[in-house]
């Protein structure tokens, strides 16, 4: 089945940039989504279709798939974008064919 | 407001059933497909199972197929999962989630519900 590799965690100060990575094999060619959860939260997609963004989330979230890697870009990061992370594919060779990544702990310094 | 609420969580014995129930309003149940996804505790996102919005195609994860079975009532505006046989491992709070197509076969998740938490333990 296909795996999706996310760094258990990323920590960056406010203001500055934070990348968190999402790497399968040949990704690039997969529409990959992000989700951000907060504690006690639900998710919410903050990313879809490599990067596109639903209503009333900010520019300063964007998303980038390449070769074996996708990305979500947080600019600008703020206290309260401290959340996990995850990336979600479908994988259209499998019978179970949706798939999280692990997860990446964005903690904000 | 597009909305999805879970419900019959609790506790249950190991080799117990439970039944998840899903209720969806604000948008038109019956166009979308569905899915449950689960979170152990302190653990990440798991995807259970889908369900097509005729209800004809179906997928399971492995860890729950023959175990677990996914359904709707596109009358009711409801989704189910019927779970069997639970184990300790199932524990986890079990969210819904409409899945928005971005093509004819699959799409991102939006929204979800808020969750319902099942306890497998004796």
């Known amino acids: 089945s296909y795996v999706l590799t996310q760094p258990p965690s990323v920590s960056v100060a406010p203001g500055q940039t934070a990348r968190i990575t999402c790497g399968g094999h040949?990704?690039?060619?997969?529409?990959v989504h992000w989700y951000q959860q907060k504690p006690g939260q639900a998710p919410v997609v903050v990313v879809y279709d490599d990067s596109d963004r639903p209503s009333g989330v900010p520019e300063r979230f964007s998303g980038s798939n390449s070769g074996n890697t996708a990305t979500l870009t947080i600019s600008r990061v703020e206290a309260g974008d401290e959340a996990d992370y995850y990336c979600?594919?479908?994988?259209?060779?499998?019978?179970?064919?949706?798939?999280f990544g692990g997860g990446t702990k964005l903690t904000v310094l | 407001e597009v909305q999805l609420v879970e419900s019959g969580g609790g506790l249950v014995q190991p080799g117990g059933s439970l039944r998840l129930s899903c209720a969806a309003s604000g948008f038109t149940f019956g166009i979308y497909s569905m899915n449950w996804v689960r979170q152990a505790p302190g653990r990440g996102l798991e995807w259970v199972s889908h369900?097509?919005?005729?209800?004809?195609?179906?997928y399971y994860a492995d860890s729950v197929k023959g175990r677990f079975t996914i359904s709707r009532d596109n009358a009711k505006n409801s989704l189910y999962l019927q779970m069997n046989s639970l184990r300790g491992e199932d524990t986890a709070v079990y969210y819904c989630?409409?899945?928005?197509?971005?093509?004819?076969?699959?799409?991102?998740?939006?929204?979800w519900g808020q969750g319902t938490l099942v306890t497998v333990s004796s």
């Open positions: 979600q594919v479908w994988d259209s060779s499998s019978d179970h064919p949706r798939v």
């Open positions: 040949n990704i690039g060619s997969k529409s």
């Open positions: 989630a409409r899945e928005k197509l971005i093509t004819m076969l699959e799409g991102y998740f939006d929204p």
């Open positions: 369900i097509s919005s005729t209800g004809t195609t179906i």
